[in-house]
């Protein structure tokens, strides 16, 4: 598939030039907004890295859709029960390491337990009926995890440094705040979607990902064992849930919310695309800064806590002036 | 036996067409209507009416809204919270507003606001399809219940965020909303509201506009060919389905809880009433009704059961493991019917008629 | 050659015992719709290239060409669901603007499909209602309240819904779900409800496709029929060259997006490149 490069190296930097500049135009009129360009490329940058968290979340989708057309609404409970069992592990003493490890390990034995009794028996029913199971795993492993672990917030801590830093001190006044556990969080994301993107297109498995992927009849009629390859990519799936929930829970806390994060990261999949991976990477980040500027400098106009549903409305609006989302082709209906 | 229609000839259309074309069935619903109308307000408890007969008839007239937008034009919502909290806070500020225009009169007309409001959110999330629309009604769900929840405006300031039903009365001294109001007339007035709405509903799916959603549904490209709008039948469908949900909104506000802030019309609301029709039947009215009952009736025997069995467990504790068998009970619903309870009241007529002959 | 001539004898002997008039005798002047330079491309490829040809009011037109011609993406163009990149449709004596399919539809033009588009869900009856809603005129409130001009109207619809199952022979189905009906019911109840549209012009794709002989033959008579007794005009699609040599009155021949040749059934049938596309050289 041709990437065209061009327009992605000229539209991000002159759309937050543009938001920039509007900004800059609505302050020299109306002197309640503050904004300098320092300010503005620190909550444009504490709002890309916040969007890495996003494009985790959407990650977890995205694998689960493409290898089984099936819309994973229990993702966000993957993510807080993965965080529930590594915190309950570290809690009886293990090192982080090895508590990550077992918990991967819960992940894959979860995914197998998933695959084989609900999606087994499901095989072949309506998309709506899987969503709907979907939601019942949701409700059963929110209720599971806490049953296990119980329901008080709880501290994660790995050992990332937290310390806020500064940056382009001589460009700008003051310089630019980074967070650095976000500069690691984003680090970590993308070391996973790098991996990712060398397990699907370089082995095994991964083409067989794929061929499941592109037809699941076809993929079944020359050998591929359809099952396997779900409990697989479920596994998958919990595996990245469990990174989110590390990076989400040291960040806030372990605690029920986290399973609610999914909500955030739905709009992501309507800007990126429910079966593209650039593109839930790419959607996590424009809702992530979209948000946090939207939050910081529009919230005195239109009241606070806008971030609830303002990345659904930026979807939205995306999506009436390209329906097929960032990087879906246009579909030809046949009849 | 009893349950045979042999015998009954159709000599029109218009019998042939009638919603219940066996008599059986005809007297058997006329039965239950007139047991539940004069019967059940005598015998019936406070606890019954109050904590389970009126919830069930307000989430089968949220059921039956949603069944139509997901049952009958197969367009999935996640919004039906949002657009219950429509219901309660235009009724809220209608019947404050107008205190004297009757109640039942603001009720439709909150209904019809509600309708509005689905539309507009209708427009731009109906050019998309599947589980993408799916996600864009979520926009309107927190859109709307973020506006509850921001203004002020919308409870008349009242320092909570909460919404309290005004004394109201049907006619007379039929008190229906506040404290006057006995549970014996807000289950009346309910129980008779329901039945006219859902014969409304009922109507709709088996004339034009019905068959239109339901082409939508089977098959877009077909229905487009064959003169319909695609467009507009989707859109009458979320207005009309938008219209039932925010009247139940407001019977859930005004009748049920009496007093409600706008978190009470969360996402899990919407869930809950997507459990209901996928549980009830998708497109079957009845099987809202079933579903409804289900949905109501589960959570209270999960939290009945371990006193039942004399365990003690500690409130939180019963709390995480009613989530955990309400999901597993819901994904061996789907498993075992994935029709809904509406497919399995078919199966058993079904066999009723055959019986007791096994063929 | 000789394979085209047989497959035509069995049925040609069939259709004069069924007395219905041969395609020779008939004569079309007024153009129902005429399409022109029509070119259709997906992206670089090119699906229709420059085609043009009309189809007369009252005759029975025949597109054929081997399976990838483009003759399903020429019934899209022609009822608004694909938009061609060049050239004219005339439908009426009117040029036709960009348009989508329900607009088609209300113009008087009904379309059956290739693999059959009917709505699962619904029974038969309700299906071939679903062709009447152009016609249906009660609004919305009327229609919650269902008793009065309501029921009136869908007992009228009902009614002409109930000749053309007459017609077609389908008495027996009427309230089955049409998702548990056999494939050749299946087609003749798609075709039902294109009747109930009461069309001026009937597409139809390819109506006898994965038939047995006597279900094509029964499919071709109600073909006849509907072209004898509604004067409906009709352009089908068909790989069965006997079916096409016989009751089609004029033939359009398309191969990899182009016109290979246009005219009465005989004279197609003897047409050097039309063979060739065919049977392939040297057969």
Sequence with gaps: ?335 | MFYREAGQYKSDYASDQAIFPIRQDRIGVLLIFLFALLVIPFIATNYLLNSILVPFLVFSIAAIGLNILTGYCGQVSLGTGGFMACGAFFTFKLTTWMPEVNILLIFLMAGFGTALVGIAFGIPSLRIKGFYLAIATLAAQFFLIWMFTQNPWWTNYNPAGVITAPPRALFGNFYITGIEATPVNKYLFLLCFTAALALVAKNLVRSALGRAWMAIRDMDIAAEIIGIRPMAAKLSAFAVSSFFIGISGAAWAFMYTASVEALAFEVTRSFQVLFMIIIGGLGSILGSFLGAAFIVLLPIALSNLPAMVGLRLPVDLIAHLEFMIFGALIVFFLIVEPNGLARLWQIGKEKLRRWPFPY | MSAVATAAAPNQNQQEDGGVTQNTARVFDEVLLEVKDISLAFGGVKALTNISFDIRKGEIRAIIGPNGAGKTSMLNVINGFYHPQDGTITYKGQVRRKMRPHNAAKQGIARTFQNVALFKGMSTLDNIMTGRLLKMRTNMLLQAIYWGPNQREEIRHREYCEQIIDFLEIQAIRKTPVGRLPYGLQKRVELARALAMEPELLLLDEPMAGMNVEEKEDMCRFVLDVNEEFGTTIALIEHDMGVVMDISDRVVVLDYGRKLADGPPDEVRRDEEVIRAYLGVGH
């Design chain 1, 1 to 335: 598939m041709p990437m065209r490069i061009l327009p992605w190296l000229i539209i991000p930097p002159a759309a937050i030039i543009g938001l920039g500049l509007l900004l800059q135009g609505i302050s020299a009129i109306d002197s309640q907004l503050y904004f300098t360009w320092g300010y503005f490329l620190e909550v444009l940058i504490a709002g890309t890295l916040q969007g890495v968290m996003y494009s985790l979340v959407a990650l977890g989708f995205v694998l689960i859709f493409k290898a089984s057309s099936i819309f994973n609404f229990a993702q966000g409970s993957m993510v807080l029960f993965a965080a529930l069992t590594m915190v309950g592990l570290m809690g009886w003493g293990l090192h982080w390491t090895l508590a990550f490890l077992a918990t991967a390990g819960v992940m894959v034995l979860l995914a197998m337990a998933i695959e084989r009794a609900v999606l087994r028996p499901l095989v072949n029913q309506p998309h709506i009926i899987l969503f709907m199971a979907t939601i019942g795993i949701f409700y059963f492993l929110d209720g599971f995890g806490q049953t296990l672990w119980g329901s008080d917030v709880k501290q994660l801590d790995i050992g990332i440094p937290r310390t806020p830093i500064f940056i382009f001190e001589e460009t700008f006044e003051g310089g630019i705040l980074v967070n650095q556990f976000d500069v690691i969080a984003a680090l970590v994301g993308g070391a996973l979607v790098a991996i990712l993107a060398i397990f699907f297109q370089k082995t095994r498995i991964g083409r067989a990902l794929r061929a499941v992927a592109d037809d699941h009849q076809a993929a079944l009629s020359v050998g591929i064992p359809l099952k396997t390859i779900w409990a697989i990519v479920w596994s998958v799936a919990g595996i990245v849930a469990l990174v989110t929930g590390v990076m989400w829970g040291s960040k806030m806390g372990v605690q029920f919310t986290l399973a609610l994060i999914a909500l955030k990261a739905l709009p992501v999949l309507i800007l990126g695309g429910l079966t593209s991976i650039p593109g839930a990477i790419v959607g996590g980040l424009i809702i992530g800064a979209g948000e946090q500027i939207a939050e910081v400098f529009l919230s005195t106009y239109i009241g606070s806590a806008i971030q609830d549903w303002f990345a659904y409305v930026l979807a939205m609006l995306f999506l009436l002036i390209r329906p097929q989302g960032l990087f879906g082709e246009k579909i030809i209906e046949r009849v």
